[in-house]
């Protein structure tokens, strides 16, 4: 197999250096971010004129008198004036929140209030951040005001403000969901809700983040279910391995040393008579209305029925795309769409 891709089972989180805040931004009515010559300047549509010469690598809003800007690849805060409100030697920002902006420097996140940057003209080191309390990570999440904080190997929780409203206790942490969210602590994963009233005892050797109300758990005798957080069980805990529900409610499972399908109500849809590589979960495999599986040592799909869509032929998997995927027949290469017909190096015999 060209390209080893491992599943991210243990935290299945999204970072917060990777996005744009979920929240609204206040932003100017008559200003913009306008891109001239590969570079980004403040544009006054009334007055038709740059407030702020283009000369910045990236910009966007964070506030009505706030803005995120990039240059010679570091991050800084400014104002629509162009005043500096902090240094210009950030690695990353986000914003966070309406309150909050996240900063990364130094492989350390710290917490830069917004009211205070915009009270005067603070630098980094003055009390617009909270150096009393950086961090190693942050990760956010799009479905709830909690943000999850790890340092030195402990993890907890922010809120929205800042505050550190869960202490950094737990050996692994989840996103909430609908206020409950697997967490690990002195080697068990439990469930609590966000003032720590635990509602799953800490008993399981793995639970995973919470999605559509269920995770996906592990027993301590090593084998895999679902429940919901009121630890009701959806699928039985008698699986060797176990894939987190998709969109349409599909798990992949195994069982006696073969992969089968699963529906939401932990129905067999799929028999238990296919090969799977666990190391790639992390691929979109199971895709709309059917799933890549091998067969005899051979890469092919069966759809939710169990049946066979695309002949299991191919040698290797190296991606899938929505539609289309790229597979290999012995050392050749091709592309091809959902229905198994080809899109590339079609020249290719089986």
């Known amino acids: 197999m060209r390209y080893l891709i491992t599943a991210l089972l243990l935290i299945g989180t999204l970072s917060a250096f990777a996005q744009s805040s979920k929240y609204v931004v206040e932003t100017p009515t ?4 306008v891109e001239k010559d590969g ?11 740059f407030v702020i010469e283009p000369k910045f ?24 004036e162009g005043d500096e409100l902090t240094s210009m030697d950030f690695d990353t920002t986000i914003n966070f929140s309406q309150e909050i ?17 915009t009270e005067e003209l603070f630098g980094f080191a003055a009390s617009s951040t909270t150096k ?9 999440s799009y479905a709830d005001d909690f943000a999850i904080v790890k340092l030195a190997d402990k993890y907890g929780y922010i809120d929205y403000r800042g505050d550190e409203v869960i202490k950094l206790t737990y050996d692994a942490a989840t996103i909430f969901e609908n206020g409950a969210a697997s967490v690990k602590k ?13 509602l799953i005892p800490f008993k399981y050797a793995y639970l995973s983040r919470f999605s559509n109300g269920y995770s996906v758990g592990q027993n301590v005798e090593g084998k895999w279910g679902i429940i919901n957080k009121n630890d009701s069980t959806l699928f039985k805990f008698e699986y060797d391995f176990l894939t987190p529900m998709n969109d349409e409610g599909i798990s992949i499972a195994k069982k ?10 932990g129905k067999v849809i799929v028999p238990f008579e296919y090969d799977f590589d666990e190391n790639y979960s992390g691929l979109p495999q199971v ?3 059917y799933v890549w599986l091998k067969h005899e040592g051979k890469w092919g799909t069966v759809d939710y029925t169990g049946k066979v869509v695309i002949p299991f032929k191919y040698d290797d998997l190296h991606s899938t795309d929505g539609d289309e995927a790229r597979v290999y027949l012995g050392e050749k290469m091709q592309i091809i769409d959902s229905k198994g017909e080809c899109l590339v190096n079609c020249g290719v015999n089986p």
């Open 101 to 117: 902006i996240l900063a990364k420097k130094k492989n350390k996140f710290s917490l830069v209030r917004k009211e205070s940057l």
């Open 39 to 49: 570079k980004f300047g403040l544009y006054h549509f009334k007055k038709e004129i």
């Open 57 to 80: 690598d990236a910009a966007e809003f964070y506030g009505k008198n706030l803005s995120m800007v990039k240059e010679n690849n570091q991050y800084g805060i400014i104002n629509h």
């Open 132 to 140: 009393d309390r950086e961090y190693d990570q942050v990760i956010v």
């Open 287 to 289: 895709c709309e209305g």
């Open 30 to 33: 008559d200003l913009e971010w």
């Open 256 to 265: 006696n040393g073969k992969y089968g399908l699963l529906n939401q109500r």
């Open 186 to 198: 002195d080697g068990k994963w439990g469930v609590i809700e966000k003032d720590e009233n635990i």
